[in-house]
């Protein structure tokens, strides 16, 4: 399996610490971290169909703050930026090159899409600050 396939794909394999652990491997630790960040928000495991698989939705009054999909050795988070969070994100210390996925994502009625990869440790400072820039324009 390859980093970017889906690793839960199936309804009734859900998520849990130990499958995680395994499946996240060297990641597992950001994951801890991540949630870490977000522990006033709801997090809820939720099952996408087979393609997509298992996503933890973090949210907050309904509203999503992102979505974790585990993969083989890294996650995907996404989210969905508001047209006054990008400018703010724009305006940040995020590497170029996350700025310009960001400048040039196409907007959709939820925001414009940021998927962002974590595949080691040194991936943390960009989600810390999307993450965190995020939470304080939506609380």
């Not at 971290?33 to 009054?61: D, H, M, N, P």
């Not at 943390?124 to 999307?130: D, I, S, W």
Request: hydrophobic fraction near 40%.
């Amino acid at each position: 399996m390859n980093s970017n396939e889906v690793h839960f794909d199936r309804k009734e394999v859900v998520p849990d610490d130990l499958k995680l652990k395994k499946a996240l491997g060297d990641t597992y630790l950001a994951y801890r971290e991540i949630l870490a960040l977000v522990e006033t928000f709801q997090a809820e495991w939720k099952f996408y169909g087979a393609k997509i698989g298992w996503q933890l939705k973090i949210s907050r009054k309904g509203k999503a703050l992102f979505y974790l999909t585990p993969q083989d050795g890294s996650f995907r988070l996404g989210f969905a930026v508001r047209e006054k969070e990008r400018e703010m994100l724009l305006n940040s210390k995020l590497p170029v090159n996350t700025k310009e996925l960001l400048a040039a994502a196409k907007k959709y009625p939820e925001g414009y899409p940021l998927r962002l990869q974590i595949k080691k440790e040194g991936d943390m400072k960009v989600v810390c600050l999307v993450v965190e820039v995020l939470k304080a324009l939506r609380t």
